[in-house]
């Protein structure tokens, strides 16, 4: 698996809860349709204590994650072949 970074545009209500609005990739906008849940989780890449996001994005089910404190950074995996082998 390879960690993949992302821009996410994202609302922090009074609360303090965040939910994702948009992912932005490659200078491409991707609309969050509906955040489905939230756990935290970690994938199998190098992480600190990350918040995972089950959304609906454009339709398909995907799922980003959010870095702890004091990272705080948007990420996605992707379950390819990494760089180095290709």
């Known amino acids: 698996m390879e960690r993949i970074a992302i821009a996410v545009?994202?609302?922090?209500?009074?609360s303090g809860t965040i939910t994702p609005i948009?992912?932005?990739?490659?200078?491409?906008?991707?609309r969050v349709?509906?955040?489905l849940g939230v756990?935290?989780?970690a994938p199998d890449v190098a992480c600190v204590s990350?918040?995972?996001y089950e959304c609906i994005i454009e339709g398909h089910k995907r799922a980003i994650y959010r870095d702890g404190?004091?990272?705080q950074k948007w990420f996605s995996v992707c379950r390819c072949i990494?760089?180095?082998?290709?």
């Open 22 to 30: 948009a992912v932005v990739k490659d200078g491409k906008e991707y």
């Open 69 to 71: 404190y004091p990272s």
């Open 9 to 14: 545009i994202e609302l922090c209500d009074e």
């Open 50 to 52: 990350p918040m995972k």
């Open 82 to 86: 990494p760089r180095s082998q290709t």
């Open 39 to 41: 756990t935290r989780h």
């Open 33 to 35: 349709d509906k955040v």
